[in-house]
């Protein structure tokens, strides 16, 4: 019989050993993830029966088109998802947003103002893109004491370049009811319409070297903020904070809209759709403008074309064209 390796043999004796903590080792790691599920589980578990009370899941119109992006529960989704109404304190305002971006539409929405003494709030309504050379469509409610109209100012940003400030007074009480507020934006113009009635039209007078709101997608924003500083009577009255919360309500929604696609860098609208659509090149005709000339001269309070004092060279290239 041949003498035996020695080393063979301490090698050999390794071999149970080592057997043993492999088989420990996939013991540990197979009780390790049946322990890693169950938390997980119980964590799922927990989660769902905290939030349950507080996540509402709908299919009405604000659930599908828009999110709350600011304010935490001061913004709420109601009446099935078709009533969103935002409200501001001491501590802080509220406001949505749209979930998708358009490249021109129709949008209409109606807004029922906040009652009685609303000075130094405003309630907001308008599109933006993003960025520093944003364009932006403004409907602002600018609040007052009580007894005193309201003031609509109507803003246009294009590449970053706003002060195309109009204001109106309202010719009705906004908070007593809902009405409709429409923005009309397509290549040839910018339109606001109150009730169905048009008040301010923005031009796209880009041969003539004005720059005009076309080429960047815009979201829809909402929100109801503490403007005391300059929103009633130039901030000289301020926000009575006794009479907080204030709320605004927004509902019946809708639009039509080019929606942008970020994958494609492209908007839903072909070439078919801005030869057939009515929204995508219509304009005010004679007998609209004229509607629209009649109320400025009787509702609008301030127009920046009109502006010397602040404009000692003159106003934007577009009040030429009025």
């Not at 005010?284 to 404009?311: G, I, N, T």
Request: charged share 25%; net charge positive; proline share 5%.
């Amino acid at each position: 019989m041949p003498p035996r390796n020695p080393n063979q043999s301490r090698s050999n004796s390794f071999i149970p050993y080592l057997a043993f903590i492999i088989f420990c080792a996939i013991f540990v790691f197979k009780v390790d993830i049946i322990i890693s599920q169950t938390i997980f589980a119980a964590r799922r578990n927990v989660e769902i029966d905290s939030s349950a009370p507080t996540i509402v899941i709908g299919n009405g119109t604000f659930h599908r088109h828009f999110i709350v992006s600011w304010g935490e529960s001061r913004a709420r989704i109601l009446e099935n998802g078709e009533l969103l109404e935002l409200s501001l304190d001491k501590l802080s305002g509220s406001g949505f947003e749209s979930k998708k971006e358009f490249i021109f539409g129709k949008i209409d929405m109606q807004i029922k103002l906040v009652p009685g003494d609303s000075a130094g709030t405003v309630t907001t309504y308008y599109l933006s893109s993003e960025g520093d050379h944003h364009d932006e469509i403004d409907f602002e409610f600018l609040g007052n004491s009580s007894g005193n109209p309201y003031t609509l100012h109507t803003n246009v940003f294009s590449q970053g370049k706003g002060e195309r400030e109009q204001q109106f007074f309202l010719w009705f009480d906004p908070t007593q009811d809902f009405h409709k507020y429409t923005i009309l934006w397509n290549p040839k113009c910018i339109i606001f319409y109150v009730d169905g009635i048009p008040i301010r039209e923005f031009k796209n007078l880009e041969r003539r070297g004005v720059p005009f709101p076309k080429d960047q997608p815009m979201r829809i924003y909402s929100s109801l903020w503490d403007a005391e500083e300059w929103a009633t009577q130039g901030g000289r009255v301020k926000t009575n904070w006794t009479l907080a919360p204030f709320t605004a309500g927004y509902t019946n929604f809708s639009a039509q809209a080019c929606i942008w696609s970020y994958r494609t860098k492209s908007s839903a609208c072909n070439s078919n759709d801005f030869k057939s659509k009515r929204w995508l090149k219509t304009g005010l005709d004679s007998r609209s403008r004229a509607q629209m000339k009649r109320l400025q001269k009787k509702h609008m309070v301030y127009d920046y074309c009109k502006d010397k004092w602040r404009f000692p060279k003159g106003p934007g290239r577009e009040c030429r064209f009025h």
